[in-house]
């Protein structure tokens, strides 16, 4: 009755049902809801902005309101010509699957990955290729491996600036090798103003196609407010953009209030992400105190993002490990399967968690993991 663009009735997984089955309270270190996690927001001013927005009326256009390019542009340097509002990353994803795969293609990606995008590339009837970042002094990529990995059908490099969950950001000589092999690019760079210390260069270019991904879920931690945006760059702009445009002219998705507000949104953005930025900080902070104790297990490099990666001893399958977690400790981690890492031994913990639960959930998960093997 359904079409085989995904699994439909595909079972819950062991770690789901292992949290519904817990009795008490669990110390989760994977949120990741900015708006569930104790950040202070500025709701009246929030309020006050999105009640004037509520008066506009409707206004069509299928590559945003002028204002609502304009707003974004400024905040790039860019031309407000460059600019396509969408109603989520996610959506923008679509978009630019639509504009450059026909069935049966491939987007190549590095792997660890997040999984979301499989799944986005799976609803468009599109294969996602993977190639993998190699760890040495800091997550890397290999020009060589990620040649090797394209083929015949692949139509876009997907880069994710910082990645998601190493928190490795592009460097500038990387992005010179990925863009000389001449594929057309989308960057994912919702996490790219969250750097622990100096962030690596925005990927946009003018010597290849490009598609840089931004939005409010991060850069402002409302992902409730419903607003990304395309910048593109690169020769082929203005025919990329007309096409963009035919596409979402077929959806107008993105609600006219959150356009209207978004030159004001912006300019109180940076109160938002100060303070996630100050909770990362803490977080990574006391994690690597944490982890002074606890010579079993190391923190593997990360530049930026809202995520840690955790190497552990391997005794058992990371998913054995997260799920003896929760129903003999009460803590909810990610395995590193979840985002396709190669081998066993990785943890995941996200930094936006709440300083009390993070430090109470990580000095149980250190305890546990190093008696494991006793």
């Known amino acids: 009755m359904f079409s085989n663009r995904a699994h439909w009735t595909a079972a819950t997984n062991r770690l789901t049902l292992a949290r519904q089955a817990y009795r008490g309270a669990l110390l989760d270190l994977t949120v990741s809801n900015p708006t569930k996690a104790g950040i202070i927001y500025p709701l009246d001013e929030l309020s006050e902005i999105m009640s004037r927005a509520a008066r506009a009326p409707y206004d069509p256009q299928p590559l945003g309101l002028a204002s609502a390019r304009e707003a974004v542009a400024r905040e790039l340097a860019c031309d407000a010509d460059d600019i396509v509002i969408t109603a989520s990353t996610s959506e923008a994803y679509s978009y630019l699957f639509k504009l450059l795969c026909d069935p049966g293609d491939a987007v190549l990606t590095a792997t660890p990955s997040y999984p ?42 997907l880069v ?15 992005q010179d090798e990925i863009a000389a092999l001449g594929t057309p690019l ?33 850069s402002a931690g409302l992902p409730h407010y419903k607003l990304g945006w ?11 953009i007309n096409a963009l445009e035919w596409i979402a002219d077929n959806f107008l998705s993105v609600a006219t209030p959150v356009q209207v507000a ?30 002074e104790a606890a010579p079993a297990t190391r923190l593997l490099p990360i530049e930026g993002g ?12 990371d998913e054995a490990l997260a799920l003896r977690q929760i129903e003999r400790h009460g803590i909810v981690v990610h395995p590193g399967y979840f985002f396709d890492f190669a ?19 990580v000095a149980r998960l250190l305890e546990a993991v190093n008696n494991q093997g006793q």
């Open 306 to 317: 809202w995520s840690a990666v955790l190497r552990v001893p391997r005794f058992e399958s």
């Open 116 to 157: 979301l995008i499989e799944h986005l590339a799976a609803l468009e009837l599109i294969e996602m290729h993977s190639f993998p970042l190699e760890l040495h002094q800091r997550w890397e990529v290999n020009i060589d491996r990620l040649r090797s990995a394209l083929t015949g059908r692949t139509r876009a490099i």
């Open 230 to 240: 395309i910048r593109v760059s690169g020769p082929g702009k203005a025919e990329a």
């Open 160 to 174: 994710v600036n910082p990645n998601n969950p190493t928190g490795s950001y592009v460097s500038a000589p990387e």
């Open 343 to 361: 081998t066993e031994g990785h943890v995941v913990v996200s930094l936006l968690t709440p300083p009390e639960v993070f430090e109470n959930g």
């Open 186 to 218: 989308i960057s994912d760079e919702v996490f790219h103003p969250f750097a622990f210390g100096e962030s690596g260069p925005s990927f946009v270019r003018d010597d290849v196609l490009t598609f840089t991904l931004g939005g409010l879920s991060k």
């Open 262 to 291: 978004l030159p004001e949104i912006l300019k109180i953005a940076p109160k938002i992400r100060n303070a996630i930025r100050e909770r990362t900080a803490a977080n990574l902070h006391a994690l690597r105190a944490l982890l």
